[in-house]
Nanobody
Framework: QVQLVESGGGLVQPGGSLRLSCAASGRTASRYAMGWFRQAPGKEREFVAAISWNGGSMLYADSMEDRFTISRDNAKDTVYLQMNSLKPEDTAVFYC????????????????WGQGTQVTVSS
């Protein structure tokens, strides 16, 4: 299995940027496809972005591709989510996910999840 620890969340003003990190650990941590979901207060959890284990394939939610960028550094077993031009509507708990398989825009029952990191966009 893989353990996931998110970091990088915090308070940022509208228009600002944050980079979230997800550090994975485990026997084959670098072989997992990784992704990000978020959940805002009163809303359903939604897909943000995902990247294949070798970085060759990436998926984004349609509304986020222009502002968010997912990447990974397998030497550090870490996945990043660079978020620019943040809006108050981006306020949510962001969760890192991992799986042995292809990237998709929906969660699967056997996905691994981190504990989440809070992102608050407010002036």
């Amino acid at each position: 299995q893989v353990q996931l620890v998110e970091s990088g969340g915090g308070l940022v003003q509208p228009g600002g940027s944050l980079r979230l990190s997800c550090a994975a650990s485990g026997r084959t941590a670098s072989r997992y496809a990784m992704g990000w979901f978020r959940q805002a207060p009163g809303k359903e959890r939604e897909f943000v972005a995902a990247i294949s284990w070798n970085g060759g394939s990436m998926l984004y939610a349609d509304s986020m591709e222009d502002r968010f960028t997912i990447s990974r550094d397998n030497a550090k077993d870490t996945v990043y989510l660079q978020m620019n031009s943040l809006k108050p509507e981006d306020t949510a708990v962001f969760y890192c996910t991992a799986r042995m398989g292809i990237v998709t825009r929906s969660a699967r029952l056997n996905d691994y999840w981190g504990q989440g990191t809070q992102v608050t966009v407010s002036s």
